[in-house]
C-alpha cells in the first residue's frame, strides 16, 4: 500500500512537469506512466489496475476536460487504468510491462479521439481514425520512447531493482 501510494504522488507531480503541451490535450511529461507501470511490475494485475484506475480518478479531479460521461469514462479511468496492464508481465521483465501499459493507454486515448473528438481533426488528414492515430500515438510514443531510454540505462535499473527488492521484502 504504501509504495502503491508513493508511486501514485509520484505521478501525479511528474504529471504536472510538462516538456511538451498537445493542443488538443495530452502532454509528454516527465516520465509520469512510469511510476504507475512500477506497481503492476511489481505486484501483479490486480494491483496495478488499482493503483492505475486510482491515478486516473486522480487525473480527473485534479485536471478534468468532461464533455460527457462516456468520454471522462474513457479518457480517465480507461486510458490511465490500462497502464496497470504492465502486471500481466509482472515476470517478463519492466520494458514489456511497460509498453503493454502504453499501449493499453493509447488504445483507450486513439478510441476518445475517433469517436469524441474526431470532427476536430485538420482537413489534412482523411479522417478521424487516423487524426487519432497520429495524435496519440505523437504524444504518448514520446513520453514512452524518452522512459524506455531511461529505464534502460544502467544506473536506473540498478535503483529500480533495488526498489523492486524492497517493495517486496
Known amino acids: 500500500l504504501a509504495f502503491s501510494a508513493m508511486a501514485i504522488a509520484l ?3 511528474t504529471s504536472m512537469i510538462k516538456l ?3 493542443p488538443m490535450g495530452g502532454s509528454v511529461t516527465l516520465l509520469s506512466m512510469l511510476f504507475i507501470v512500477l506497481i503492476g511490475y511489481w505486484y ?4 496495478g489496475l488499482t493503483a492505475a484506475f486510482a491515478y486516473g480518478i486522480l487525473q480527473l479531479v485534479v485536471d478534468p476536460y468532461i464533455i460527457s460521461v462516456p468520454q471522462m469514462l474513457v479518457d480517465y479511468l480507461f486510458a490511465f487504468g490500462a497502464l496497470g496492464l504492465s502486471g500481466l508481465f509482472s515476470k517478463h521483465g519492466l520494458i514489456k510491462g511497460y509498453i503493454a501499459g502504453v499501449l493499453g493507454r493509447y488504445f483507450f486515448a486513439f478510441l476518445s ?4 473528438f474526431g470532427m ?15 495524435y496519440n500515438g505523437a504524444y504518448l510514443g514520446a513520453e514512452a520512447l524518452i522512459t524506455l531510454i531511461i529505464i534502460c540505462l544502467p544506473p536506473v535499473q540498478k535503483a529500480l531493482n533495488a526498489v523492486k527488492n ?3 521484502s
Do not use: K, Q, R, T
Open 20 to 22: 511538451f503541451d498537445m
Open 120 to 134: 476536430y481533426a485538420p482537413e489534412e488528414f482523411p479522417n478521424a481514425v487516423v487524426y487519432s492515430l497520429a
Open 44 to 47: 501483479g494485475l490486480g494491483a
Open 113 to 116: 479521439g475517433w469517436i469524441f
Open 166 to 168: 524492497m517493495a517486496n
Open 11 to 13: 505521478a501525479m507531480v
